[in-house]
T-cell receptor
Framework: DAKTTQPPSMDCAEGRAANLPCNHS???????VYWYRQIHSQGPQYIIH???NNETNEMASLIITEDRKSSTLILPHATLRDTAVYYC???????????FGAGTRLTVKP | NAGVTQTPKFQVLKTGQSMTLQCAQD?????MSWYRQDPGMGLRLIHY???????DQGEVPNGYNVSRSTTEDFPLRLLSAAPSQTSVYFC????????????FGQGTRLTVV
């Protein structure tokens, strides 16, 4: 059973912020939220993760709601190279498996 | 530091043939896993391991075997290839028990005819 729900596709104008939502209404207290992206058919690339606090790194920001049932990945200034499939995953770090859903295909347009 | 290395990058098999997809990592990661990705789909977990001598099944384990004799290597074996196993295969590794990122190989594109 999928633990996360994401829209299948989104568009974003180049230079604008891309806000990718993820619903994880059944998340448990020890599950982290991870985001990865996959450009073309390359191996997925880690973006960011968090438990309950908002996080920011050089690539993106992660906003997690107070009840932790949803989150938003923000790419502050999207470029054409950010066109990819973005995956939201919830995972307990002490458990072995990491499962992907269908992800969101983000298309950044000039 | 090579990260996660998968070999071969491309392979064509005939139905019924066997082969092993290789995956090696040099980061001393405990956790390693194999995924398959069919066209237009997300990644599906085949098998995973949380350390040498420990393996477990993922979502789609049938038709695949794995073993983990060393920390560095996690080979995936297809004993009798079928056309339904035509896919792109990704290997991943990470620390286990810590909230860190997973690293992925560049994939093996397998075609079974």
């Amino acid at each position: 059973d999928a633990k996360t729900t994401q829209p299948p596709s989104m568009d974003c104008a180049e230079g604008r912020a891309a806000n990718l939502p993820c619903n994880h209404s059944t998340i448990s207290g020890n599950e982290y939220v991870y985001w990865y992206r996959q450009i073309h058919s390359q191996g997925p690339q880690y973006i960011i993760h968090g438990l309950k606090n908002n996080e920011t790194n050089e690539m993106a920001s992660l906003i997690i709601t107070e009840d932790r049932k949803s989150s938003t990945l923000i790419l502050p200034h999207a470029t054409l190279r950010d066109t990819a499939v973005y995956y939201c995953i919830v995972r307990v770090v002490s458990e072995g498996d990491m499962r992907f859903g269908a992800g969101t295909r983000l298309t950044v347009k000039p | 530091n090579a990260g996660v290395t998968q070999t071969p990058k491309f392979q064509v098999l005939k139905t019924g043939q066997s082969m092993t997809l290789q995956c090696a990592q040099d980061m001393n990661h405990e956790y390693m896993s194999w995924y398959r990705q069919d066209p237009g789909m997300g990644l599906r977990l085949i098998h995973y391991s949380v350390g040498a001598g420990i393996t477990d099944q993922g979502e789609v384990p049938n038709g695949y075997n794995v073993s983990r004799s060393t920390t560095e290597d996690f080979p995936l074996r297809l004993l009798s290839a079928a056309p339904s196993q035509t896919s792109v295969y990704f290997c991943a590794s990470s620390y286990w028990g810590r909230s860190t990122e997973a690293f992925f190989g560049q994939g093996t594109r397998l075609t079974v005819v």
